[in-house]
C-alpha cells in the first residue's frame, strides 16, 4: 500500500521540478530582452555618432563656399551644386537615405576641391586650407563612426535574426536594422592624372 505522505511528497516535488523549469524559461527570455534592447541601443547610440559627424561636416561646406565664392566666380554652378547636395544631406533620413545622400555631397564637394586647384589664390589662403583640412579630417571620422555603427548592425541582426532569439524578437517587435553601406559611385577607383 502507498502511503499518501509519500504522493503528497512526490506531488510537491513535482510542482518545485515544474515551477523551476518555468523560472528557467521565464529568466532565458528576459536574458534574450535584455540583450536584444542592448543591441537595439548600441545601434542607435553608434548612428547618433554618425548624426553628429554629419553635422560637423554640413556645418563646415557653407563655411568653405562662402570662404571660396568670390575666387570662383566662373565657378558658381559647382558651388550651387556643393550647397543643394548639403542640403539633400541634411534633409535625409535613415541609413539607406543618408548615405546616397553623403555620396552625392562627397561628389560635389570631391569636384569643388579639384576645382579649387586652379585658383592658386585659393590653395594659399589658410582659412581654405583650415577649412579643407577640417574637412578631411571629419570625412575621416565619419568613416569610423560608419563602421561603428555597421559593426553595431550586424550584431544586433545577428542577435534578431538568430536562434533562438528571433524567437523573442518576433514576439517582441524587435527587428534588422539597415546598414549605411557606401553608395557604388563611391567604390570605383580613383582616376590619378599626373601630367
Known amino acids: 500500500m502507498i502511503a499518501t505522505d509519500d504522493i503528497w511528497g512526490e506531488g510537491i516535488m513535482g510542482g518545485w521540478i515544474i515551477l523551476g523549469i518555468i523560472a528557467a524559461i521565464v529568466l532565458w527570455a528576459i536574458a534574450i530582452y535584455n540583450r536584444l534592447v542592448g543591441a537595439k541601443n548600441q545601434v542607435s547610440n553608434s548612428w547618433a555618432q554618425i548624426d553628429v559627424q554629419l553635422k560637423r561636416r554640413h556645418d563646415l561646406i557653407p563655411n568653405l563656399v562662402e570662404v ?6 566662373y565657378e558658381q554652378e559647382t558651388l550651387k551644386q556643393v550647397i543643394e547636395a548639403r542640403n539633400r544631406a541634411v534633409s535625409a533620413s ?7 545622400a553623403e555620396a552625392a ?27 579643407q583640412e577640417e574637412l578631411v579630417a571629419t570625412e575621416n571620422k565619419i568613416s569610423f563612426a560608419r563602421q561603428f555603427y555597421n559593426d553595431s548592425v ?28 557606401v ?6 577607383p580613383v582616376k590619378v592624372d599626373l601630367r
Do not use: C, H
Open 68 to 73: 571660396v565664392k568670390d575666387a570662383m566666380g
Open 154 to 181: 550586424m550584431a544586433n541582426n545577428n542577435a534578431v535574426q538568430a536562434f533562438p532569439g528571433n524567437l523573442i524578437a518576433r514576439q517582441f517587435g524587435f527587428g534588422p536594422s539597415a546598414t549605411f553601406d
Open 183 to 188: 553608395p557604388d559611385a563611391e567604390r570605383e
Open 105 to 131: 555631397l562627397t561628389q560635389a564637394t570631391g569636384r569643388l576641391f579639384a576645382l579649387m586647384e586652379n585658383y592658386p589664390t585659393l590653395r594659399a589662403n589658410e582659412n581654405v586650407k583650415a577649412l
Open 94 to 100: 535613415g541609413p539607406a537615405q543618408a548615405s546616397q
